[in-house]
C-alpha cells in the first residue's frame, strides 16, 4: 500500500525507477535545475555563485550545493496535507530523493546519508528522508574560467564565515564581530524570490562595508522554484541549504568555524502550545539541528567542522542591546524579522513588518524591553496600541503571553520536571559536562527573558490614557481582563459566542433558515476564519460499531466539537435535550463539546435551568441565540 503522504523526487534527469510505476502521479516530482530542458523548474544558479567567488569548487561541493537546493525546492514544492491532519503520520512526509551527482561513491556511503537524512528528518519534522544516488552528475552553463583544481584562491587571514538572514540576531552577530574583534568577515545569505528580503540584505551590507571598510565580504546563492507555485511556507530544510553554502565557501576563511546567530529563546523554540508537534515548531537552529549538520559536515570535509552558536544564552533584547552597544541604532530598521514578508499589508503601505506573526510579536515586545521601540520597524498592526483582529495574530499574540505566565511561575525543580521532554532534545547537545548544570542554563535564559517581556508590557501599559475608554482587543485589554488565564478553548468559544450572538439573529431577522444545515452554513462561514485547525463535518468518530461526525470542529489546536441545534416548529425541548444527550455520550469526554442551540421562537423558557445538566458534563458548554 502506498502511503498517502510518500513522495519520490527524481533530480536532475533520473528516470522514475519500477517500484514506482504505480505511484499517482501527484506523489512523483521531478526537479531540474537545467535551463535547457523542458522540465526546468528549479533556480540553482551554481555557476553564477562559482562565478562570483572566482574559485574551484571540487565536485563534492558542487553536489553538496546541488543537493541541498534540490531538497529546499522539494521542501517548498510538496505540501504536509490539510490543517485536519492532526496527527504525526498523516502530517509529515515521507521524501525519497533520487539525485545525479559526480561523486557518486562519497555521496552512495551509507554513513553519509544516514547522517544527512537523520539531520533533515529532525530540522523537519518530516517522517523520513531517503537518498539514492547516481552518476551522471555534470555542470549546467560555460565552465567558469576560475573553476579550476589549478587555482585557488588565497586564504582569508584572520577571517570567519557568518550566515546573513538580513534580520536583528545576524545583524547584531556581524556587529559584536566587528566592533569588538579585528576579524574579517564573510556573510552568505541565500536569496529566493523575494525580491523585499534581497534588497534588505544588500541594504545592511551595504550599511555594513560603508562602516567597516574592507572587513567584508557578501555572497548570496540563488535557489528557488522556476515556474512552480510553493505550497509550503514553513520552508524547515532552508538551515541546510544557508549551511551548505557556508561550508562551501569555508575553503576562504582560515578559521572552520560556521556562525549562526540566533537568539537562544528563538532558537530552542519552546512549544507555546502543548499540539505544536512535528514541524509545526521551527527546530531551524535547534541545538540538536546544528549539531547533526555539525557531524553531517564533518564527513563531507573529513575533518572538524564546528558550527558555533554565540547567542544561545541570550534572548531578543539582548540583541537588540548588542545593536546599542555597537553605536548602530539606526541599523535596526533596516532590518527584516517578519515571516510574512510575501504578502501584502492592509493597514500601512509604509509597513516592512505584518506585526502579528511570531517573529514581529517577539521582536515589537523585545524593542520595548530594551527601550529602544523608537527605533523599530513599521509594523501593519503595532500590539503596543492597535486592536488586534486578525484570528491568527490573536493566537500568536495569547500563546506568547500564556508562555511568558508560565515561564515566570517556573522554579529550579518544576522547570526541569515540566519540560524534561524539551529538555532531552537540548541538554545531550550543549557544551559542559553535567547535565543539571546545562539545564539551568537555559532556566536562567527563561527567567531573564520573561523579566524582560513582563517590563516591556509594562511599558506599553503606560501608553493607555487613564481617562479614556480601553479599546477592545488591544493587548492592554488583553492583559487588563486577565484573558491569558483562561485557557485556550475558553477563548475560543467567548470569541465564537461574540460572533453569532450578533451576526445569526441579523442574518435570520426576516427569514428563518428552512432547515438545520442552512444555519450550519451560515455557522461555518463566521467561524471558520478563527483558526487554522477549523473543519466542517470533520472528523468521524468512532463509538461502538458506528461513527459520530461532529457538525464543525477545532481539533488540531483546541481539541473543540461542535454541534448545532435548531429548535423550532414541532421540535421540543425534550428532543433537543435528548440529542445533546446522545452526543455527549457517544463524544470522548476529554474533548470539549460547545451546543449551539438557535431558540427563535422562545422554546427554552430559562436558559440557566435548560444549560445547568448539560454544562456539569465533562467540557461541556451551552450556547443558546434567539
Not at 153 to 167: A, P, Q
Not at 270 to 278: P, Y
Not at 454 to 478: E, F, G, R
Not at 517 to 541: F, K, T
Amino acid at each position: 500500500m502506498i502511503n498517502s503522504n510518500s513522495h519520490v523526487i527524481l533530480c536532475g534527469g533520473v528516470n522514475l525507477p519500477r517500484k514506482y510505476k504505480k505511484y499517482a502521479s501527484n506523489h512523483i516530482h521531478y526537479l531540474s535545475a537545467d535551463p535547457s530542458s523542458r522540465e526546468h523548474n528549479i533556480n540553482l544558479e551554481l555557476p553564477h555563485f562559482i562565478q562570483m567567488v572566482n574559485c574551484h569548487f571540487p565536485d563534492r561541493i558542487k553536489d553538496l550545493l546541488e543537493i541541498a537546493g534540490y531538497v529546499y525546492a522539494a521542501d517548498r514544492m510538496i505540501g504536509r496535507g490539510t490543517n485536519n491532519n492532526v496527527e504525526f503520520h498523516s502530517w509529515a512526509r515521507q521524501l525519497n530523493f533520487y539525485i545525479r551527482v559526480r561523486d557518486v561513491s562519497f555521496w552512495s556511503n551509507p554513513a553519509i546519508i544516514s547522517s544527512l537524512s537523520e539531520a533533515l528528518t529532525f530540522v523537519s519534522g518530516d517522517h523520513s528522508y531517503s537518498f539514492i544516488f547516481e552518476g551522471g552528475g555534470f555542470d549546467i552553463g560555460q565552465r567558469n574560467l576560475y573553476d579550476h583544481e589549478a587555482i585557488q584562491l588565497e586564504k582569508k587571514d584572520n577571517s570567519i564565515i557568518g550566515l546573513f538572514s538580513g534580520g536583528l540576531d545576524s545583524l547584531a552577530g556581524a556587529l559584536e564581530i566587528l566592533t569588538t574583534t579585528d576579524k574579517k568577515l564573510i556573510l552568505v545569505s541565500h536569496r529566493s524570490n523575494t525580491t523585499g528580503v534581497s534588497k534588505i540584505q544588500k541594504g545592511i551590507h551595504k550599511l555594513l562595508e560603508s562602516d567597516f571598510p574592507e572587513r567584508i565580504q557578501y555572497y548570496s546563492f540563488y535557489c528557488n522554484l522556476h515556474g512552480e507555485r510553493a505550497v509550503e511556507e514553513t520552508q524547515r530544510t532552508r538551515i541546510f541549504l544557508y549551511t551548505a553554502i557556508a561550508y562551501s565557501l569555508s575553503t576562504l576563511a582560515s578559521e572552520k568555524e560556521i556562525y549562526v546567530f540566533e537568539n537562544g529563546v528563538t532558537s530552542l523554540n519552546f512549544s507555546k502550545r502543548a499540539d505544536l508537534i512535528n514541524a509545526r515548531a521551527s527546530r531551524t537552529t535547534h541545538p540538536k539541528t546544528l549539531k547533526l549538520f555539525e557531524n553531517f559536515y564533518s564527513l563531507v570535509g573529513e575533518q572538524e567542522r564546528p558550527i558555533v552558536h554565540p547567542f544561545l544564552y541570550n534572548t531578543k533584547t539582548d540583541i537588540f542591546n548588542k545593536i546599542k552597544a555597537a553605536g548602530k541604532l539606526n541599523y535596526i530598521n533596516s532590518t527584516i524579522s517578519c515571516t510574512k514578508t510575501f504578502l501584502s499589508f492592509e493597514n500601512n503601505s509604509q509597513a516592512t513588518h505584518c506585526g502579528g506573526c511570531s517573529q514581529c510579536v517577539d521582536r515589537r515586545l523585545a524593542a520595548f524591553a530594551s527601550g529602544l521601540q523608537d527605533y523599530d520597524a513599521i509594523y501593519d498592526t503595532d500590539i503596543s496600541k492597535d486592536p488586534i483582529t486578525n484570528p491568527e495574530s490573536r493566537t500568536h499574540l495569547h500563546d506568547y503571553i500564556r508562555a511568558v505566565v508560565r515561564y515566570s511561575s517556573f522554579t529550579e525543580m518544576n522547570f526541569q520536571f515540566e519540560m524534561l521532554a524539551e529538555l532531552t532534545d537540548i541538554v545531550q547537545y550543549l557544551e559542559g559536562q553535567r547535565p543539571a548544570e546545562k539545564a539551568m542554563k537555559i532556566f536562567a535564559l527563561l527567567k531573564t527573558h520573561t523579566k524582560q517581556l513582563l517590563n516591556a508590557i509594562k511599558s506599553i501599559q503606560l501608553l493607555q490614557d487613564p481617562l479614556k475608554p480601553k479599546v477592545p482587543n488591544t493587548l492592554h485589554a488583553y492583559i487588563d481582563e486577565r484573558v491569558y488565564l483562561k485557557p485556550p478553548v475558553e477563548c475560543l468559544i467567548e470569541t465564537i459566542k461574540s460572533k453569532l450572538s450578533v451576526s445569526i439573529p441579523q442574518a435570520f431577522e426576516h427569514e428563518k433558515p428552512k432547515h438545520e444545515n442552512a444555519l450550519n452554513d451560515l455557522i461555518h462561514a463566521l467561524i471558520q476564519g478563527e483558526s487554522s485547525d477549523y473543519g466542517r463535518e470533520y472528523p468521524a468518530i468512532k463509538f461502538s460499531v458506528s461513527r459520530v461526525i461532529p457538525d464543525h470542529s477545532f481539533l488540531e489546536i483546541y481539541d473543540l466539537l461542535i454541534e448545532a441545534k435548531y429548535l423550532r416548529g414541532n421540535t421540543s425541548k425534550a428532543a433537543i435535550t435528548d440529542q445533546i444527550g446522545a452526543d455527549i455520550t457517544k463524544y470522548p469526554a476529554e474533548r470539549h463539546k460547545l451546543f449551539i442551540i438557535y431558540d427563535p421562537e422562545r422554546k427554552i423558557a430559562n436558559d440557566l435551568q435548560f444549560s445547568r445538566d448539560i454544562e456539569k458534563q465533562p467540557n461541556c458548554f451551552v450556547f443558546i441565540i434567539r
